[in-house]
């Protein structure tokens, strides 16, 4: 009878052992896994709000959106991650999900979600108010399945005319406080368009705390040091109070490394 605790307690571990594995479920979002590894692309419905802003100037009404997104190693949406939203150019009909390879390492080594939104139509125009919406719909797909993204940290880059573009459309989403953003990373951007969307749109004083990391190729003959350095020169004028320029030996070109230190650097600074 001494032994009776004993082998009570080998009974137990076997009959637990006999029990079928509890099935871990997979998150997943607008009906796809979201896991690390290769890039994701998701389609959604597009609300007649956003259909309504897209359409202006001329352009169709999308019923679908598309997205392309990329999830960090690690990746569970019960925490809080970082959202990397990439905009591309306008030039050569580059759209933001044909760019998101190019910053997917930087951000799965940082740590950050990749969000690259696009319409499964083409824009007769491809307007700020055109990528307004489909960021806006993106945006609300996520929050569809994850509400508590809605407070995630969001930083926006771009390369050459999507760093111009990247300024618009967050201070658009800055001035209907749609958007928590702590960053915006500028490559090759030869004007200073982050103090003309400040003026036009007028988000909050708080916008002007942003970090702003500014990005360049010495050699860039577009995007030259001299005007970057203007550039950045206007935003400390406008107010901004964090801007970082950084150059690097190369030509017009968006640098991984530079975009790893970046993100990193909007880390630090917003603490999270």
């Given at each position: 009878?001494?032994?009776l605790?004993?082998?009570?307690?080998v009974?137990l571990?076997v009959?637990?052992?006999?029990?079928?594995?509890?099935?871990?479920?997979?998150?997943t979002?607008?009906?796809?896994?979201a896991?690390?590894?290769?890039?994701?692309?998701?389609q959604f419905?597009?609300?007649?709000?956003?259909?309504d802003?897209?359409a202006?100037?001329?352009?169709?009404?999308?019923?679908?959106?598309?997205?392309?997104?990329?999830?960090?190693?690690?990746?569970?949406?019960?925490?809080?991650?970082?959202?990397?939203?990439?905009?591309?150019?306008?030039?050569?009909?580059?759209?933001?999900?044909?760019?998101?390879?190019?910053?997917?390492?930087?951000a799965d080594?940082?740590?950050?979600?990749?969000?690259?939104?696009?319409?499964?139509?083409k824009p007769?125009?491809?307007?700020?108010?055109?990528?307004?919406?489909?960021?806006?719909?993106?945006?609300d797909?996520?929050r569809?399945?994850?509400?508590?993204?809605?407070?995630w940290?969001?930083?926006?880059?771009?390369?050459?005319?999507?760093?111009?573009?990247s300024?618009l459309?967050g201070?658009?989403?800055?001035?209907?406080?749609?958007?928590n953003i702590?960053g915006?990373?500028?490559?090759?951007?030869?004007?200073?368009?982050?103090?003309?969307?400040?003026?036009?749109?007028q988000?909050?004083?708080d916008?002007?705390?942003?970090?702003?990391?500014?990005?360049?190729?010495?050699?860039?003959?577009?995007?030259?040091?001299?005007?970057?350095?203007k550039?950045?020169?206007?935003?400390?004028?406008?107010g901004?109070k964090?801007?970082?320029?950084?150059?690097?030996?190369?030509?017009?070109?968006?640098?991984?490394?530079?975009?790893k230190?970046?993100l990193?650097w909007?880390?630090?600074?917003?603490?999270f």
């Amino acid at each position: 009878m001494e032994n009776l605790p004993r082998i009570r307690s080998v009974t137990l571990l076997v009959c637990f052992s006999l029990l079928p594995a509890a099935r871990v479920t997979a998150a997943t979002i607008a009906g796809k896994e979201a896991k690390p590894g290769p890039l994701v692309e998701i389609q959604f419905p597009v609300s007649k709000y956003f259909q309504d802003i897209a359409a202006q100037g001329g352009n169709p009404r999308p019923q679908m959106g598309r997205a392309v997104l990329s999830f960090p190693p690690g990746f569970d949406p019960a925490r809080r991650w970082p959202i990397l939203i990439v905009t591309s150019t306008t030039d050569f009909h580059i759209t933001s999900p044909m760019d998101a390879p190019a910053y997917k390492p930087p951000a799965d080594a940082e740590g950050w979600v990749l969000l690259a939104p696009d319409a499964t139509i083409k824009p007769q125009h491809d307007s700020t108010p055109w990528r307004l919406a489909m960021l806006g719909a993106a945006l609300d797909a996520v929050r569809k399945d994850w509400p508590q993204s809605r407070n995630w940290p969001v930083a926006f880059a771009g390369f050459s005319g999507g760093s111009k573009r990247s300024c618009l459309l967050g201070a658009m989403l800055a001035k209907a406080r749609a958007v928590n953003i702590c960053g915006f990373f500028l490559s090759g951007m030869n004007e200073d368009k982050m103090s003309e969307a400040y003026k036009t749109y007028q988000p909050s004083a708080d916008f002007l705390n942003i970090p702003i990391w500014i990005s360049g190729g010495m050699d860039d003959i577009i995007a030259t040091p001299s005007l970057e350095g203007k550039a950045e020169a206007s935003m400390r004028g406008t107010g901004f109070k964090r801007v970082r320029l950084e150059h690097f030996m190369g030509v017009h070109q968006l640098k991984r490394s530079e975009v790893k230190l970046g993100l990193r650097w909007f880390r630090q600074l917003g603490g999270f």
